[in-house]
């Protein structure tokens, strides 16, 4: 039985069951700045970058729709939408992308949810009850192309995320479902990458007089991508 993350059903009435990686999304319909959208048919053979922030008109949100706008070109390279998201209007939204086009001279081309009854961040446990009740916190959700939740970030509201890191994350999803392999800690694009460990002990002795780029054990080897 899976368990409610949702801790204010007045505000937020729809169940929403905890995400867990390697499941699907869930589907919605939902106002934003660029119209209304079914989420399932905008994340339709494109990676999606789901994210929230606590409010417009804000200082580290602002900094960070800076910087979502930015490196937006190497989302599109990496066939990567972006949705934004916080508990304010349609309105507010669109004032508030207007103001940072004009004071940062920058586009901001993708869209933002207008969720003033709840019903997304519901969905996707965003909204923390313990660090605020009338505002999302800063989430991050990565969602493939067959609408598979691959990796969830959370931060509080007063840390802004790096989007540098989640332009790093997309690469290295991307690169494990091309290649098969998986990315060692600290990982960059260019650099080595693990070969998954042998399952048998046959597998193990073979590993030793197999040729990688560097290999400390018979399950830690690194291998050009």
Known sequence: ??????????????VCNCLRLGESAPDFEAETTHGKIKFSEFNKAHWVILFSHPADFTPVCTTEFIGFAQKQQEFEKRNVKLLGLSIDSVY???EWVRQIEENFELK???????????????LFNMVHPAISEDHAIRTVYIIDPEGILR???????????????????VDALQLVDEKKVATPANWKPGENVIVPPP??????????HEKHEECTSWYLCKTKP
């Open 151 to 169: 990796t969830y970030i959370a931060y509080p509201s007063s840390v802004g995320r790096n989007i540098d890191e989640i332009v790093r994350i």
């Open 108 to 122: 901001i081309n993708f869209p933002v949810i207008a969720d003033l009854r709840y019903k997304v961040s519901g």
């Open 92 to 94: 507010s939204h669109i």
């Open 199 to 208: 399952r048998t002990t046959e597998d193990a002795q073979q590993r030793l």
């Open 1 to 14: 039985m899976q368990e409610t993350c949702c801790n204010n059903q007045d505000k937020m009435p729809e």
